[in-house]
Each structure stands twice: as C-alpha cells, then as structure tokens.
C-alpha cells in the first residue's frame, strides 16, 4: 500500500507594504534612507512571470536590518506598462518584509514611511488580495538564489586569479 508523504511548508511571517509615488526609484530610496536609516543595495532586476508568460524586469532592492533580523525588498510595480500586482496597480512600489515584525513596529514603520514627503499613500496590503502570491514569492526567492550564485561563481573567479 502506497503511503502519502505530506510535507508541510515552512510558513514564515511575510508583510507587504504598498507605496504610492511619482518619484523614481533612486529618489525614493533617498527619502527611505534619510527619514528610515535604511541603505538598501540594487540587485539584478526581478524578473516576474504571470501564469503563461513573462510580465517583464522589475527594479529590484534589498537591505537587511541585522539588530531586527529583517530583510526588507523593495520593488517597481509598473515597467513599461507591465504591472507586477494587477489588482494593486495605482501603487507605484512595494516593500517586502520578509521576516516576523511586532505590530508596534509595523506601525511605527509606517508612520515613518507616510512621513516621507514625495509618497502620496503607504499602506499595508493583505496578503489575501495578492491573487498569485505564492508565484511572487517563488520568483523572488528562484531570482535570490540566481543571484547567489553568480556572487559565488563571482568570487571563486577572483580566488582562482589571486
């Protein structure tokens, strides 16, 4: 008799913060960096595919809290009239916490972020209206992994001239 093998997913505490600017990317990150102390780095655009085809290159972000032991991913919702999250498509950015957050601190982030003064709005999106969530984060993690790997291919590089 076949026995089934369930294997459950490790659930880890995901929170998405949606951004509403005009402004590029470099400019809001400015803002981000001065009023949050923030110093995110620019990764490799994020490529995000739909159910059927590629939706395109989206500017892509990172910058890990160490004391917090946050990761926190920004990225476009809009390139070349390609949207990343349809059904939040008058959001401009959003930012990905990808670690537990306390409430309190939640809110304290936001308060901080709606005080940068290009956003026009900032708030927290449910994860529940993210239709095809479980397809964001499978191209989010498949583009970190991608982009480990070519920093290690990197240094082994440099390693084996040295």
């Known amino acids: 008799m076949a026995k089934k093998l369930n294997i459950s997913k490790s659930e880890h505490q995901l929170t998405l913060i949606g951004l509403a600017c005009s402004a590029t990317d470099y400019r809001l990150l400015y803002f981000v ?24 290159d989206f500017s892509f972000y990172h910058f890990y809290r160490e004391d917090h032991r946050l990761n926190f991913y920004l990225f ?16 401009d950015y959003f930012l990905l916490i990808d670690s537990e957050i306390s ?3 939640l809110r304290d982030l936001l308060l901080k972020i709606r005080s940068i003064p290009i956003l026009q709005a900032a708030m927290q999106i449910p994860l529940s209206s ?8 499978e191209d989010i993690e498949l583009h970190l992994i991608a982009l480990n790997k070519t920093q290690k291919e990197k240094l082994l590089l440099w390693e084996a001239i040295a």
């Open 33 to 56: 960096g001065k009023v949050l102390g923030f110093s995110f780095s620019k990764l490799a655009d994020l490529p995000l595919y739909g159910k059927t085809e590629k939706l395109g």
């Open 103 to 105: 409430p309190n601190s």
């Open 130 to 137: 993210i239709k095809d969530l479980d397809l964001l984060m």
């Open 76 to 91: 476009a919702n809009n390139k070349e009239g390609q949207i990343a999250l349809p059904a939040h498509r008058n959001l």
